[in-house]
């Protein structure tokens, strides 16, 4: 069976795309070949390597990169995971089709808060979510 080719999109790729693209290989390399990506790129986020740490999905070997980088994929869907990327995605070719599946920013919604457990529960929530969404896939792109 061939694996769909789906690209998580966001603004820099540092956080949900990432939780995304790990989540999808965590829990179905079976039947998709997850990619991600930014439309800036703003270097991993710390804090996101450690909720998914906490929830046994490695991304300490992923790195932050742009569309560009990605190189000639033939992609099925670009999932993109943020408001920002949604209205900036880049046009793609070929039979990609855009999904916009948002998630809060952590990044933004803690910036006031002093590294902790405050900061890491939001990051939690939102990589709990992202989990939740990767779970109904493929079945749950079929809604747009």
């Known amino acids: 069976m061939l694996k769909l080719k789906i690209l998580f999109l ?48 490695d991304i300490t070997g992923h790195h932050s990169k742009t569309v560009a980088e990605l190189g000639p994929v033939k992609l099925d869907y ?7 990327a949604n209205e900036h995605c880049p046009l793609f070719s070929g039979q990609a089709k855009v999904v916009h599946v948002g998630f809060d920013d952590p990044p933004k919604l803690t910036k006031h808060l002093p590294d902790g457990e405050a900061k890491l529960a939001i990051y939690r929530q939102v990589r709990d979510q992202i989990r939740a969404f990767i779970e109904t896939l493929p079945e749950g792109l079929n809604r747009g």
């Open 10 to 57: 966001c603004t820099g790729n540092s956080c949900r795309s990432q939780m995304a693209e790990g989540w999808a290989r965590h829990l179905k390399a079976d039947v998709i070949e997850a990619y991600s990506a930014g439309i800036e790129k703003h270097g991993m986020n710390p804090h996101a390597i450690k909720v998914m740490a906490e929830a046994g999905v």
């Open 78 to 84: 670009v999932v993109t995971v943020c408001g920002h």
